[in-house]
């Protein structure tokens, strides 16, 4: 059995193909949205991403029994108890199969009637109900796949996980592109990339279940009603709050479908896809801090989590505030090269969108100590009243204050920025019985970082032609090597400067070795 300060080791791996798959995902990304506009218009790019987003709404149901299946599992297998394990297993693999049975049902209801749901542009019906078709069956085998993927969070090898999202985002547009090429371009074929990447990840997650935890069985007689009382208690208030998560992200799409015509729906996404890719590195980041948390926790070592998080939540923070602030000042030249000076006028939108985030996505780390101590009520209440809040100001803003698509942006920055300073930091102190300000200390570091990128990449467009993807590549370049230094030596601590140095030598030996 893997000891925990063994299991903490992994974490420079962890957080190198982390930062390895996002690369890869931004990459494909930028180039995979102007594809699909090009040869299906922005009608259907926006389609795609209402349809792909709504589909989404349907994982709040399998959180109820998964959410915390990480954490007990984890606890057993470090515990020695597999009798315990293959209980808390197989409780999760056959109650997410109880709900796939269930959810099939108004999964069916969606396919055959996708206006109830969304408006969906005329000529498009028939599109919509077989990408919905295909992306609610790979939704519904995700959902299976869940419990053999946790495998790779038990054993704590991100870099496992990171390799097969990769194979699967290669898989999902590698397939799009062919049927492109073969055939004339059509929505429904995205749809089909999609179910087959989630085949793909399905077989890669149940080898590499067979690989990591071998004393694992499949067996109904391991299923426990106890214990699904017990997942669902807590995967139910983190259900709750995904669902709060889904009112701030997940529903602006939604919203301007239904107050705007299509094309805005495709506009926005359009921008929305760097605030994605934004929030998918981070949260990549913040899972690999997961485990050392967790295991920092059930050794009662309360100081070590909190000078852990606290790092955490600094390294988090200064590591988004650089792309944070090179999408926001650069962000006119960057929709001009990717998307064509037609879309230029939405630069202030994109900026909006992604400057909080340099603060918002900091505290991603602190949500693990929710989940390790159980106390995952509260945030999940306040999450879904957050959320709520933040459906009717985007409603008020875009439609009574005529703020348009620009109010949708606006009300997710506003209520995720105050539910993050005024609740996240001071509740994870709370149940930790620690001062209220001290996961707030590095707030002004971290938003001096990102204006001071953002200003100076503004300040840089403003007064050379960014007229190539190779001059702002090289921009972004420089900035980044300045920004890195002067981080390095004005925004660490000596202590923390002494760490990052000792992991870049372990790695550079690694490699040698290699």
């Known amino acids: 059995m893997n000891s925990p300060v063994k299991r903490q080791g992994k974490f420079s791996l962890n957080l190198i193909s982390s930062i390895a798959y996002f690369a890869l ?9 102007p594809y699909l506009i090009s040869r299906l218009g922005i009608s259907g790019y926006g389609m795609i991403s209402l349809i792909t987003t709504v589909t989404g709404y349907m994982s709040v149901a399998t959180l109820t029994v998964n959410a915390a299946v990480g954490r007990y ?6 515990q020695g108890d597999q009798q315990k394990a293959n209980i808390i297993f197989n ?19 969606v396919v055959m009637q996708p206006q109830t749901l969304i408006s969906v542009p005329a000529g498009l019906e028939i599109q919509a109900r077989w990408i919905f078709t295909f992306a609610i069956a790979a939704f519904l085998l995700n959902t299976i796949k869940t419990p053999f993927e946790v495998a790779t969070y038990c054993r704590n090898r991100f870099e496992l996980r990171n390799l097969l999202s990769a194979a699967e985002i290669l898989i999902r547009i590698g397939l799009v592109v062919i049927l492109f090429n073969l055939l004339q371009p059509a929505i429904w074929q995205v749809g089909a990339g999609i179910a087959a990447a989630a085949c793909v990840s399905f077989g890669g997650a149940i080898q590499l279940w067979r690989k ?35 009112l701030f992200l997940g529903i602006d799409l939604l919203v301007i479908n239904k107050m705007f015509d299509s094309e805005s729906v495709g506009r926005y996404a359009a921008v929305m896809q760097w605030s994605t890719l934004l929030r998918g590195l981070a949260t990549t980041v913040a899972g690999v801090f997961g485990p050392t948390i967790l295991y920092c926790y059930v050794a009662d070592d309360i ?6 998080t606290r790092r955490a939540v600094k390294f988090l923070g200064l590591l988004m505030a650089l792309p944070v602030g090179m999408v926001c000042g650069l962000s006119s030249s960057i929709l001009t090269l990717w998307l064509g000076t037609e879309y230029t006028d939405l630069a202030s939108l994109m900026s909006l969108m992604t400057f909080h985030l340099a ?5 991603l780390p602190l949500h693990n100590i929710s989940t390790a101590t159980k106390n995952v009520r509260v945030p999940g209440c306040v999450q879904i009243m957050a959320g709520a809040i933040n459906l009717c100001l985007a409603i008020f803003l875009a439609g009574v204050a005529g703020w348009g698509i620009y109010g949708v942006a606006a009300a997710g920055a506003i209520v995720l920025t105050l539910k993050n300073l005024l609740f996240t930091p001071l509740y994870a102190a709370h149940i930790l019985n620690q001062k209220r300000g001290v996961f707030l200390r590095e707030v002004a570091p971290i938003l001096l970082a ?6 100076g990449c503004w300040y840089v467009a403003s007064i050379v032609e ?49």
């Not at 599992?73 to 470090?78: G, P, Q, R, S």
């Not at 990102?450 to 200003?455: E, H, Q």
């Open 450 to 455: 990102a204006a001071l990128v953002g200003g």
């Open 91 to 109: 409780t999760s693999l056959y109650g997410s199969l109880g709900l796939v049975v269930v959810l099939i049902f108004p999964g069916l209801f």
């Open 25 to 33: 995902t931004i990459c494909i990304g930028i180039w995979f949205a």
């Open 73 to 78: 599992l984890t606890i057993a297998l470090e």
């Open 466 to 514: 960014i007229a190539s993807w190779y001059r702002l590549i090289g921009i972004g370049m420089l900035v980044s090597a300045a920004y890195l230094v002067a981080a390095y030596y004005f925004l660490l601590s000596k202590e923390e400067q002494i760490e990052i140095t000792e992991r870049v030598l372990r790695i550079k030996c690694g490699a040698g070795r290699v």
């Open 303 to 308: 100081s070590g989590l909190i000078a852990y």
């Open 212 to 246: 990591l935890v071998p004393d694992l069985q499949i067996s109904f007689s391991w299923f426990r009603i106890s214990q699904l009382r017990e997942l669902f208690s807590m995967g139910s208030w983190v259900a709750i709050s995904m669902l709060g998560s889904i």
């Open 359 to 363: 603060l918002n996505l900091a505290y």
